[in-house]
């Protein structure tokens, strides 16, 4: 783990580095800015996201471009119902020596063995398959057989979801969400992003990418995240705002009425290592309260359980998060 000069050195330079970085991507990606920079400190964090938006706002994109400019290697897999776990994990095959006709087991890698996996429409692959992607994302290796791989860091899943479509879909269980960090909203671009967007893709080529950071930074970035101090005042803020979800005597009026569940220990540890990343990419080396807030929605968004009254009455996990911040 780094000194606390060195951390902030590197503090310094991730904030430099920044605005290099989401100028670089807004060649290709226009407008997302803030989506963009919590994929980056999903990264940071040694999380995973899930992209929730319509076909056609540029999920894919992002995370290929953000992939680009890290010096990433990256791998699209596109999920489908027959897709199977050995379809991503990789499989034993049996090979023959042509010279001495001898045969040997060889492990054929699939392809999780990649720095930045995106996971396209996880929702439209079988529970069997998603929940081999489940053992990768949350212990950094696969099984294949009597072996485990590990995977090389870092290890960056970005998943892609359409909100709008059931049908020949399976619903990711509430298990597999929480390993997700963010649940990241892609919404339509504004106006006068749509008109930059359609006048840049339907001419020439698509600009070129420059590298911005190497593996090497970002694995050092990684372990920075770890050594940013965090007051004892911004933990138990952290800590009583995930506690605030959860249905219990004394709890907010629209806790007791919409949730069922609310999030658990690990929605504060993600809380708080979103909120040091964002300082980091704020120049800063330490976190404070609005840190915490500015990562809230993404890191509970998907983990509170709402029940059916909060569907009938159009009540997200969005507007009682707000209201906890704001009582």
């Known amino acids: 783990m780094p000194t606390t000069d060195s951390a902030e050195a590197i503090a310094r330079h991730l904030h430099a580095a920044r605005d290099t970085l989401l100028r670089e991507l807004g060649r290709v990606v226009y407008g997302q800015e ?7 400190m999903g990264l940071l964090c040694r999380g995973h996201v899930l992209l929730m938006g319509m ?3 540029g999920k894919t994109l992002m995370a290929a471009t953000l992939a680009k400019a890290l010096d990433l290697e990256f791998r699209r897999i596109q999920f489908t119902p027959d897709l199977m776990p050995a379809d991503i994990t990789g499989t034993d095959i049996i090979e023959e020596d042509p010279a001495t006709g001898q045969r040997r087991h060889s492990f054929v890698r699939g392809p999780l063995f990649g720095n930045f996996i995106l996971a396209d429409e996880i929702n439209r692959t079988t529970p069997k398959t998603q929940a081999a992607l489940l053992q990768a994302m949350q212990e950094k290796e696969v099984s294949v057989g009597r072996h485990t791989y ?3 860091p870092p290890f960056f899943v970005v998943a892609t979801q359409n909100p709008i479509e059931n049908e020949g879909t399976y619903t990711l269980p509430e298990a597999q969400l929480d390993r997700f960090m963010f649940c990241l909203k892609v919404g339509y671009p504004t106006r006068e992003e749509e008109c930059a967007i359609v006048k840049g893709t339907t001419g020439g080529a698509l600009a070129e990418i420059a590298r911005i950071l190497s593996r090497e930074e970002i694995l050092t970035l990684q372990e920075t ?3 940013v101090p965090v007051a004892d005042d911004v933990i138990d803020y ?10 219990a005597e004394g709890a907010h009026d629209l806790v007791t009425r919409y949730v069922s569940y609310g999030g658990s220990p690990r929605a504060s540890q993600n809380l708080i290592l979103a909120a040091k990343a964002r300082a980091l990419l704020m120049g800063r080396f330490h976190v404070d309260f609005a840190d915490v807030q500015a990562a809230a929605l993404p890191v509970l968004r998907h983990r509170l359980i709402l029940n059916y009254k909060a569907r009938a009455e159009n009540i997200t996990a969005d507007d009682i998060t707000a209201a906890l911040m704001n009582p």
Request: overall charge neutral.
């Open 225 to 227: 995240v770890r050594a």
């Open 34 to 40: 803030e989506t963009l920079q919590l994929l980056i």
């Open 238 to 247: 952290a800590v009583r705002l995930v506690e605030a979800t959860r249905p």
């Open 55 to 57: 076909p056609g706002v």
């Open 150 to 152: 590990s995977l090389e």
